[in-house]
């Protein structure tokens, strides 16, 4: 009778999970696959993926079928219990803080026109930021760029003059 006590004993050592939170990993799982297919093929030759797992990744790109779909994600997340996880969320991670903060670049290049077009009060600050601009052809780009809007043209001068700051930001 004492082992049978003994057993249960052991048994409430061990970590158990409830129904929930094994589900809740599940999902987890699953959705760090679904972003994993997300990724183009050179991040994913960055990560330890075994040969299983590349495969249901590029059979997910041939199914159409939302049903389909959806049991190929479980699938997928049934995989995932043997790849290294945190390598994985790390690799993804740090990809989508650089597109974060190549979107906030993007962002501060957009705000520069638009306040270089807006008024002329705007250039010497941006001068101050970007010693290497050539006020004369910014000059120029802003009024071609002022004379578009008013005649409510397509803003062709307005690209040139974002591709004129990103060139100088990128130097």
């Known amino acids: 009778m004492t082992d049978l006590f003994d057993d249960a004993e052991s048994g409430e050592d061990q970590e158990l999970k409830s129904k929930t939170q094994l589900k809740r990993e599940m999902h987890d799982l699953q959705e760090l696959g679904r972003k994993l297919l997300a990724q183009k093929s050179e ?4 990560l330890d993926l075994n040969a299983e797992m590349r495969a249901a990744i590029e059979e997910m790109k041939r199914i159409r079928s939302n049903e389909a ?3 190929h994600l479980q699938y997928i997340g049934k995989l995932m219990r043997d790849v290294d996880v945190d390598q994985v969320r790390e690799v993804i991670e740090r990809q989508e803080a650089g597109t ?7 962002h501060q290049l957009e705000s520069w026109r638009d306040k270089l077009i807006a008024s002329d009060d705007h250039l010497e600050p941006f001068m101050e930021a970007y010693p290497a601009a050539e006020r004369q052809h910014l000059r120029q780009l802003m009024r071609n760029a002022r004379k578009e809007a008013e005649r409510n ?6 690209r040139k003059l974002f591709k004129y700051i990103r060139e100088l930001a990128d130097d």
Do not use: C, E, S, T
């Open 43 to 46: 991040m994913l030759d960055k």
């Open 69 to 71: 779909r959806r049991r």
């Open 100 to 106: 974060q903060a190549y979107i906030r670049y993007f």
């Open 153 to 158: 043209k397509p803003p062709a001068a307005a």
